[in-house]
C-alpha cells in the first residue's frame, strides 16, 4: 500500500524532526558547518525571507527543502534538501524539489539557485530538471571537494545564467 505524501510549510512543531533528517542525512566530515541545528531550522520558520517545506506522511516529517529568498534580485537559494532514508527512491525528493520552485514563484523570486557537491547522480538530475552550470567553486565544503552552482529561470524564459 502507498503512503500518501504532503507538501506543506513547516512550523515550530517540526523544528526536532527536520534536525533528525539533517543528522541521519549528512555526513558532518563532509558538510561540516553548513549542517542546520534545530535552533536555525527554528529561526527560518516563519520569516519572509526564507522558507522551510516539509514532506509529512502519516503524520510524520519524512523530509524538507529550505530555501532562501533574495526578493531585490528576484533570486531564490535552494539552500538544503534532505529526505529521509527510509523514503528515498518514492518520488519525495522530488516533490520537494518542485514544492520549493513553486514557493520561489509565489514570492517573486522566479530566478533559483542551487551549489551541490560534485555528484555524477546529482548533477545530471539537476540538468534533467532545466539547471545550468553557472560555476565551480573549489574548496566550497568543508571535506574540500568542489561545490557545482546551478541556476534556472523557473517562471519561463531561458535560463540566462551569468557568471557570478
Known amino acids: 500500500m502507498e503512503t500518501r505524501v504532503e507538501i506543506r510549510p513547516a512550523t515550530a512543531r517540526d523544528v526536532q524532526a527536520l534536525a533528525r533528517i539533517e543528522q541521519r542525512c549528512f555526513d558532518p566530515g563532509v558538510y561540516g558547518h553548513l549542517l542546520m541545528s534545530e535552533s536555525e531550522f527554528g529561526r527560518m520558520i ?9 514532506a509529512e506522511a502519516d503524520g510524520r516529517v519524512i523530509g524538507y527543502a ?3 529568498f533574495i526578493r531585490r534580485k528576484r533570486l531564490s537559494w535552494f539552500f ?8 528515498r527512491g518514492r518520488g519525495v525528493g522530488t516533490s520537494l524539489f518542485r514544492g520549493a520552485e513553486r514557493q ?15 555528484k555524477r547522480e546529482l548533477f545530471e538530475r539537476y540538468t534533467r530538471y532545466g539547471y545550468a552550470v553557472i560555476r565551480e567553486i573549489p574548496r566550497f ?3 574540500g571537494s568542489t561545490a557545482i552552482r546551478m541556476g534556472r529561470r523557473i517562471n519561463g524564459g531561458q535560463t540566462g545564467w551569468g557568471q557570478t
Not at 46 to 54: D, E
Open 141 to 143: 565544503y568543508p571535506d
Open 80 to 87: 538544503s534538501h534532505a529526505v529521509d532514508p527510509a523514503f
Open 104 to 118: 520561489a514563484v509565489v514570492n517573486d523570486c522566479p530566478c533559483m539557485v542551487l551549489e551541490i557537491r560534485g
Open 46 to 54: 516563519g520569516r519572509t525571507r526564507s522558507m522551510i517545506i516539509v
Open 66 to 68: 529550505a530555501l532562501f
